[in-house]
T-cell receptor, first 109, second 112 residues
Framework: KNEVEQSPQNLTAQEGEFITINCSYS?????LHWLQQHPGGGIVSLFM???GKKKHGRLIATINIQEKHSSLHITASHPRDSAVYIC???????????FGKGTLLTVNP | DTEVTQTPKHLVMGMTNKKSLKCEQH?????MYWYKQKAKKPPELMFV???????INESVPSRFSPECPNSSLLNLHLHALQPEDSALYLC???????????FGPGTRLLVL
């Protein structure tokens, strides 16, 4: 069974700061997802990665397969970025995602 | 259209009621999923449908009954639920099993 660890659990930042959220997993994977969930809301898929780096707007996701580690970066953070960010990995099973516990990000104006 | 829709947004039901949750997507996705999410916890997979056939049931109690009438629609029928079943129920879909899952906004269920 894959264990997915996220750090930090909680993160508070000032508007404009550069944010990094980390995700480590224990077993080889076929893909890693970064998801965003606003309080009381549904989930938005931000990225799916199997290697390298992806960028979308102010969000950047990287993955190091050898080190079993991924990072999600937010540049020029904004209060609307406040949400829970969840890392999820897909291993041997095609369908099943193993989720991390999430990182609660609060960006203050 | 990159949207998964779920209805209703909120549902309150008694333990003797029968209700259904509905999920719809028009992206041509052939895999659809039901997840349950308790407060401050990550989602837990309940069921997976692939090409309208149930492919995974994560040992979910029989009071939850999924149905996939066609490739765009996924239902979750609820009967004789318990208060501990109160949660956010999320639907997701993906083009194939190896591609990004798109999540719906969820149905927030309260069982009294």
């Amino acid at each position: 069974k894959n264990e997915v660890e996220q750090s930090p659990q909680n993160l508070t930042a000032q508007e404009g700061e550069f944010i990094t959220i980390n995700c480590s997993y224990s077993v080889g994977i076929s893909a890693l997802h970064w998801l965003q969930q606003h309080p009381g809301g549904g989930i938005v898929s931000l990225f799916m990665l199997s290697s390298g780096k992806k960028k979308h707007g102010r969000l950047i996701a990287t993955i190091n397969i050898q080190e079993k580690h991924s990072s999600l970066h937010i540049t020029a953070s904004h209060p609307r970025d406040s949400a829970v960010y969840i890392c999820a990995v897909r291993g041997g099973s095609n369908y099943k995602l193993t989720f991390g516990k999430g990182t609660l990000l609060t960006v203050n104006p | 259209d990159t949207e998964v829709t779920q209805t209703p947004k909120h549902l309150v039901m008694g333990m003797t009621n029968k209700k259904s949750l509905k999920c719809e997507q028009h992206m041509g996705h052939r895999a659809m999923y039901w997840y349950k999410q308790k407060a401050k916890k990550p989602p837990e997979l309940m069921f997976v449908y692939s090409y309208e056939k149930l492919s995974i049931n994560e040992s979910v109690p029989s009071r939850f009954s999924p149905e996939c009438p066609n490739s765009s629609l996924l239902n979750l029928h609820l009967h004789a639920l318990q208060p501990e079943d109160s949660a956010l129920y999320l639907c997701a879909s993906s083009r194939t099993s190896t591609e990004t899952q798109y999540f719906g906004p969820g149905t927030r269920l309260l069982v009294l």
